[in-house]
């Protein structure tokens, strides 16, 4: 049997950060338990024994409150990119196996969707509505959910006219069993690969909602949040700034390069059936 490759050194990179992001996220309140407790005497301080990246303007450790802001940057992004999945899954699988009304419905919905700028709609949606991170999330997930339901009902238009397949027909299973328990265990690899897309979009979308004040409210622990009440204070410390940015960026690059490894190898793994 021939050996499994091993995951190129920048995608076990990027897996070290997800997993600091993961913890950060999971231990946060354990990790940094005074994050957003404020001291006006110490204020607005640069980089220095006991804050290495210096404080803000109302004296909270920047440090700490990069660890805090994980908890709501990553469980929010990862719901969005679940959520899609949830929602894609349930307009693709039937959209791909019965084809006919259903596909094209599908697929007209999906298109519609994809000519809304994703980002402008939520921010046109949440400010009408008057915002909150669990409307956010909830307009994520209907924006996001077209890319999982085209990679569903492409994936199973694939596997719908195989042996397998043909062989539950001719049991006369219940159509729902057969996408469910059939189908969609061989297309799961697929559907798990875009998860991880769509977490980098929904991570850099959700912290943009919460920069703009439409997510988080402020003064939370949140990446978008701190780096929007911190930039003012660019000049005075700028770590206030650039810390939370790089949270953004680095964690959402490296689910962008595990999302990409994991479809190559799915891509790889269908051509070699």
């Known amino acids: 049997m021939k050996p499994a490759?091993?995951?190129?050194?920048?995608?076990?990179?990027?897996?070290?950060?997800?997993?600091?992001?993961?913890?950060?996220?999971?231990?946060?309140?354990?990790?940094?338990?005074?994050?957003?407790?404020?001291?006006?005497?110490?204020?607005?301080?640069?980089?220095?024994?006991?804050?290495?990246?210096?404080?803000?303007?109302?004296?909270?450790?920047?440090?700490?409150?990069?660890?805090?802001?994980?908890?709501?940057?990553?469980?929010?992004?990862?719901?969005?990119?679940?959520?899609?999945?949830?929602?894609?899954?349930?307009?693709g699988l039937p959209a791909g196996y019965f084809g006919g009304w259903a596909d094209t419905l599908a697929m007209r919905w999906a298109d519609l969707m994809f000519s809304l700028p994703a980002l402008l709609v939520a921010i046109v949606v949440a400010g009408v509505l008057g915002g909150g991170y669990g409307l956010a999330i909830l307009v994520l997930v209907v924006l996001f959910a077209p890319t999982d339901a085209r990679v569903v009902r492409g994936a199973v238009l694939e596997q719908r006219h195989r042996p397998y397949v043909e062989a539950a027909l001719l049991k006369s299973l219940p159509a729902w069993r057969i996408m469910i328990r059939i189908i969609w265990p061989n297309i799961a690899p697929v559907a798990l690969a875009t998860v991880f897309l769509n977490f980098a979009f929904a991570l850099v979308s959700l912290s943009s909602l919460s920069f703009l004040g439409l997510g988080v409210p402020a003064g939370?622990?949140?990446?978008?949040?701190?780096?929007?009440?911190?930039?003012?204070?660019?000049?005075?410390?700028?770590?206030?700034?650039?810390?939370?940015?790089?949270?953004?960026?680095?964690?959402?690059?490296?689910?962008?390069?595990?999302?990409?490894?994991?479809?190559?190898?799915?891509?790889?793994?269908?051509?070699?059936?």
């Open 5 to 91: 490759s091993r995951p190129p050194l920048t995608v076990l990179a990027a897996l070290l950060v997800l997993a600091v992001a993961a913890v950060c996220a999971a231990f946060a309140p354990w990790l940094v338990p005074g994050a957003t407790e404020q001291d006006l005497m110490t204020g607005l301080t640069g980089p220095g024994p006991g804050h290495p990246l210096g404080t803000d303007d109302l004296g909270r450790d920047v440090l700490e409150l990069l660890v805090a802001g994980a908890r709501t940057a990553v469980p929010g992004a990862l719901a969005v990119a679940l959520g899609s999945m949830i929602l894609g899954n349930l307009i």
């Open 220 to 273: 939370s622990p949140d990446w978008g949040r701190t780096l929007a009440d911190n930039r003012a204070q660019l000049v005075a410390n700028p770590w206030a700034v650039i810390a939370p940015g790089l949270a953004i960026i680095v964690t959402a690059a490296a689910l962008n390069l595990v999302g990409d490894w994991l479809q190559e190898r799915v891509d790889r793994h269908g051509r070699t059936r």
